[in-house]
């Protein structure tokens, strides 16, 4: 049974550049499938921020992408992600998911299938 | 602002059905880009409910049901039970922010 657990440093200070870590069990990351991060804040719901395939190719919401990275681990299952110059704005829950394609165009065709239970990142002086 | 609209709020009696629309537009659903529905249940992860627009995942009731039209999409619920009462959330892709979007939420209560 596909498990992703989310670690992260709960409280960051603004300007910091926290790194976030989803340990994947039950599947491997190198072997198929897009590996994703979300976010929940009260004031804008539920936003992708990036994705990462199987291969190591990424994708990033255009709005954040000057400040964030998306990486994989194969040898320890695990993908990550790090978000640069964070503001109080970045205050949010992150979720890391699989992103499944079933059928193509993948872009049309997307869902999130398994979701780890989400980290609370605060930004705060 | 989601370019993906629910309503914030519905609610209905145990036994009853409900339903949760989802308004895009020709970006999005009226692009014919598939609609995903999510069921978060409070201080919990959102969990997927419903994909490609009318199929449920394994362990999913067969009371729950998706549909599409047009730039519109929504989730009914048929008898309705406390463990229903949650937030739903749609997710599709929008071509003009070439990215996956989600609406803003529905909470659904049973009275």
């Known amino acids: 049974q596909l498990q992703l657990q989310e670690s992260g440093p709960g409280l960051v200070k603004p300007s910091e550049t926290p790194s976030l870590t989803c340990t994947v069990s039950?599947?491997?990351?190198?072997?198929?499938?897009?590996w994703a991060w979300i976010r929940q804040s009260p004031g804008k719901g539920l936003e992708w921020i990036a994705n990462v395939d199987y291969t190591g190719y990424t994708s990033y919401n255009p709005s954040l992408k000057s400040r964030v990275n998306i990486s994989m681990d194969t040898s320890k299952n695990q993908f990550s992600l790090r978000l640069t110059s964070v503001t109080a704005a970045d205050t949010a829950v992150y979720y890391c998911?699989?992103?499944?394609?079933?059928?193509?165009?993948?872009?049309?065709?997307?869902?999130?299938?398994?979701w780890g239970q989400g980290t609370l990142v605060t930004v705060s002086s | 602002q989601s370019v993906l609209t629910q309503p914030p709020s519905v609610s209905g009696a145990p036994g009853q059905r409900v339903t949760i629309s989802c308004t895009g537009s020709s970006s999005n659903i009226g692009a014919g880009y598939d609609i995903h529905w999510y069921q978060q249940l409070p201080g919990r992860a959102p969990k997927l409910l419903i994909y490609h627009n009318t199929n449920r995942p394994s362990g999913v009731p067969d009371r729950v049901s998706g549909s599409k039209s047009g730039t519109s999409a929504s989730l009914a619920i048929t008898g309705l039970q406390a463990e229903d009462e949650a937030d739903y959330y749609c997710q599709s892709y929008d071509s003009r922010l070439t990215n996956w979007v989600f609406g803003g939420g529905t909470k659904l209560t049973v009275l």
């Open positions: 039950g599947a491997s990351i190198s072997s198929g499938h897009y």
């Open positions: 998911a699989r992103q499944i394609c079933t059928s193509h165009p993948c872009y049309a065709k997307f869902y999130f299938d398994s």
